[in-house]
C-alpha cells in the first residue's frame, strides 16, 4: 500500500519558522494535490491547506504550504503555543486511495 | 455553514457476526447535491489518521484495500445523512471515527474540509 513519510516529531520556540516535511511517490503526491490537516488535542482534524499551497478562508496566514515532485512541506511561520498539534500531510493516489502521511507531532517550547 | 453530526455506538462486541455501524447527519446543506462527496476516516489510539472509504456521484464507492471487504458505505437522501457499516470488528478496529465532507474543488476534489465531531468506538479484546 502506498506511504507517505513525515518525521515523527518537530518543535521549535515561540515565533520561530518550523518546517515539516512530507515525502510520497509519483503516485500520490507526485500527481496529485496535497493536503495539510491539523489535529489539536481531543479535537476533529482540521483543513490548513489545499491545492498544495491554498489556505481556506479562517485559516492563519502563518501557515503555508508548497510541493516539489514527490515531497512536500508545511511552513508555520511565527509559532505560536496554540499551534501544538498533530499535523499530517495528505493526497489522493492513483490506485484511487486517500492516503495520509504517518503524522508529524509538533511541541511548542 | 453546513455542519456534520455524527450517531452510533461507542462499544460493540468483537464477533465475526458484529457490524460497527455510524451515521453521519447533513445540517445546513444537502447529501445529494452533486459537487460534494463523502467519506470516513478513522484514528486508533496512537496511530495516525487512516481513511476508510468515500463515495461519490452516481453511488461510485472507494475503499481502502485493507478493509475493503468488510465495508460498506452509503447515501440516504431521505434522511440527509449517510453511513459507514464494517463487519466482523476486531479490536484492531479501536478507534475515533470521523465522517466529512470531500470539497470537490475543481482542481483538488479529494480534500476534507468539513469534519464531523468523532465517535470513539472500542471494540474490546
Known amino acids: 500500500q502506498s506511504v507517505v513519510t513525515q518525521p515523527p516529531s518537530a518543535s521549535g520556540t515561540p515565533g520561530q519558522r518550523l518546517t515539516i516535511s512530507c515525502s510520497g511517490s509519483s503516485s500520490n503526491i507526485g500527481s496529485n494535490p496535497v493536503n495539510w490537516y491539523q489535529q489539536l488535542p481531543g479535537a476533529a482534524p482540521k483543513l490548513l491547506i489545499y491545492s498544495n499551497d491554498q489556505r481556506p478562508s479562517g485559516v492563519a496566514g502563518r501557515f503555508s504550504g508548497s510541493k516539489s515532485g514527490t515531497s512536500a512541506s508545511l511552513a508555520i511561520s511565527g509559532l505560536q503555543s496554540e499551534d501544538e498539534a498533530d499535523y499530517y500531510c495528505a493526497a489522493w493516489d492513483d490506485s484511487l486511495i486517500y492516503v495520509f502521511g504517518t503524522g508529524t507531532k509538533v511541541t511548542v517550547l | 455553514q453546513l455542519q456534520l453530526q455524527q450517531s452510533g455506538p461507542g462499544l460493540v462486541r468483537p464477533s465475526e457476526s458484529e457490524t460497527l455501524s455510524l451515521t453521519c447527519s447533513v445540517s445546513?446543506?444537502?447529501?445529494?447535491?452533486?459537487?460534494?462527496?463523502w467519506g470516513w476516516i478513522r484514528k486508533p489510539p496512537g496511530k495516525g489518521l487512516e481513511w476508510i472509504a468515500s463515495?461519490?456521484?452516481?453511488?461510485?464507492?472507494y475503499h481502502n484495500p485493507s478493509l475493503k471487504t468488510r465495508v460498506s458505505i452509503s447515501v440516504d437522501t431521505s434522511k440527509n445523512q449517510f453511513s459507514l457499516n464494517l463487519r466482523s470488528v476486531t479490536a484492531a478496529d479501536t478507534a475515533v471515527y470521523y465522517c466529512a465532507r470531500h470539497a470537490g474543488y475543481s482542481r483538488d476534489p479529494h480534500v476534507f474540509d468539513i469534519w464531523g465531531q468523532g465517535t470513539m468506538v472500542t471494540v474490546p479484546s
Open positions: 445546513g446543506g444537502s447529501v445529494s447535491r452533486s459537487s460534494y462527496f
Open positions: 463515495i461519490y456521484d452516481v453511488g461510485k464507492v
